[in-house]
């Protein structure tokens, strides 16, 4: 049974801070690990992805990836207030059903403080 | 256009009562899921569609329906509603079931049950 764990639940940073927002997994047969982002009354969205060891930057954001530690995370270079949001992590499962489905953590409630 | 589409976005609802949920896109996605969400807990896939197949989770087999009369279209449907379905409701549609396709997620119908 996958089990997808985050933290912290909320944190509160000041503009221009460096986050990290950590996720760890329990199935180490995961192949396919994302970061979604819910803004207030939002649709969730795709943040980024990741499918093997290392990291992947995109802009201010950047992704680790530790299979062997079971862990994740997602990194803010230069927070802004317009990333106050609520982050969510995923993981993909191959459910008995034969499809891939994305197992979520809770999330973890950024606040940017100007 | 990315686009996915939920009505209604509140819904109030009587114990006991029938609850019909509407979800639509227009990306021709393969793959539709309803998800629930509680506050301060992960979402909760209820089940999905890849084309016309309907896939329901275990443990929610009986508490839901849906429907896809074509493409575009998914519903869900609560027969007799209780306090414990009082939550968010999110649809999402990919293009294909496969690990690394991204979802694209409505903005969700928050339901109140009374």
């Known amino acids: 049974q996958q089990n997808v764990q985050q933290s912290p639940e909320s944190l509160i940073v000041p503009e221009g801070a460096r986050t990290s927002l950590n996720c760890t997994f329990s199935?180490?047969?995961?192949?396919y690990f994302w970061w979604y982002r819910q803004h207030s009354g939002k649709a969730p969205k795709a943040l980024m992805?990741?499918?093997?060891?290392g990291e992947k930057e995109e802009g201010r954001f950047t992704i680790h990836l530790n299979k062997a530690s079971l862990h994740f995370s997602l990194h803010i270079r230069d927070s802004q207030p317009s990333d106050s949001a609520l982050y969510l992590c995923?993981?993909?499962?191959?459910?008995?059903?034969?499809?891939?489905?994305?197992?979520f953590g809770s999330g973890t409630q950024l606040t940017v403080m100007p | 256009d990315t686009t996915v589409k939920q009505n209604p976005r509140y819904k109030l609802a009587r114990v006991g009562k029938p609850v019909n949920l509407i979800c639509s896109q227009t990306?021709?996605?393969?793959?539709m899921y309803w998800y629930q969400k509680k506050p301060n807990q992960a979402p909760k896939l209820l089940l999905f569609?890849?084309?016309?197949?309907?896939?329901r989770e275990a443990d929610t087999f009986e508490k839901f329906q849906s429907s896809r009369p074509n493409n575009s279209f998914c519903s869900l449907y609560i027969g007799s509603a209780g306090l414990e379905y009082s939550a968010m409701y999110l649809c999402?549609?990919?293009?294909?079931?496969?690990?690394?396709?991204?979802?694209?997620f409505g903005p969700g119908t928050r339901l109140t049950v009374l």
């Open positions: 999402a549609s990919s293009g294909d079931w496969g690990a690394s396709y991204e979802q694209y």
């Open positions: 199935d180490s047969a995961s192949q």
């Open positions: 569609y890849y084309d016309k197949i309907l896939n």
């Open positions: 992805s990741i499918f093997s060891n």
């Open positions: 990306m021709n996605h393969d793959t």
């Open positions: 995923a993981v993909s499962k191959l459910a008995s059903s034969g499809s891939w489905q994305l197992i």
